[in-house]
C-alpha cells in the first residue's frame, strides 16, 4: 500500500522560510511525477510546483524564485523548499504522487496518491 506522508510545516512571520518534506512509501512505478499543492480556506486545490519522471521541475507563477522542488531518490523523500514567504502562501500543502509518469502536470487529478497535508501559516 502507498502511504505519503507530509511534514515540515508550521507557522513564520512573512520573509521567513520552511522546507517541507513528502516520505513515500510502498510501490510506486518509476518513473514518477511528484507534486506539491496547496488549499487555502474557501479556495480550491492550486498546482505550486511538480517534478517529472526525468527531473524536469514546473512552478506556478505566484512561487517562482521563491519555491524550489527537489528530491532525494535515496530517501524517497520529496522537498519543497519555500523562501521569502508571503501571507498569501498560507494554506495546507499536499503531497502527491503519480506512477508511470515522465511529465509532470499542475493539475490535481494527474496524480493518484495523495498526503494528508501539513499546514503553512504566514503572518504579517
Known amino acids: 500500500q502507498v502511504q505519503v506522508v507530509e511534514s515540515g510545516g508550521g507557522s513564520v512571520q512573512a520573509g521567513g522560510s520552511l522546507r517541507l518534506s513528502c516520505a513515500t512509501s510502498?510501490?510506486?512505478?518509476?518513473?514518477?511525477?511528484m507534486g506539491w499543492f496547496r488549499q487555502a480556506p474557501g479556495k480550491e486545490r492550486e498546482g505550486v510546483a511538480a517534478m517529472g519522471g526525468g527531473g524536469r521541475t514546473t512552478y506556478a507563477d505566484s512561487v517562482k524564485g521563491r519555491f524550489t522542488i527537489s528530491k532525494d531518490n535515496t530517501k524517497n523523500t520529496l522537498y519543497l523548499q519555500m523562501n521569502s514567504l508571503q501571507p498569501e502562501d498560507t494554506a495546507m500543502y499536499y503531497c502527491?504522487?503519480?506512477?508511470?509518469?515522465?511529465?509532470?502536470?499542475?493539475?490535481?487529478?494527474?496524480?493518484?496518491?495523495w498526503g494528508q497535508g501539513t499546514q503553512v501559516t504566514v503572518s504579517s
Open positions: 510502498g510501490y510506486i512505478v518509476d518513473p514518477r511525477c
Open positions: 502527491a504522487a503519480e506512477p508511470g509518469c515522465w511529465i509532470a502536470t499542475m493539475v490535481t487529478g494527474g496524480y493518484r496518491y
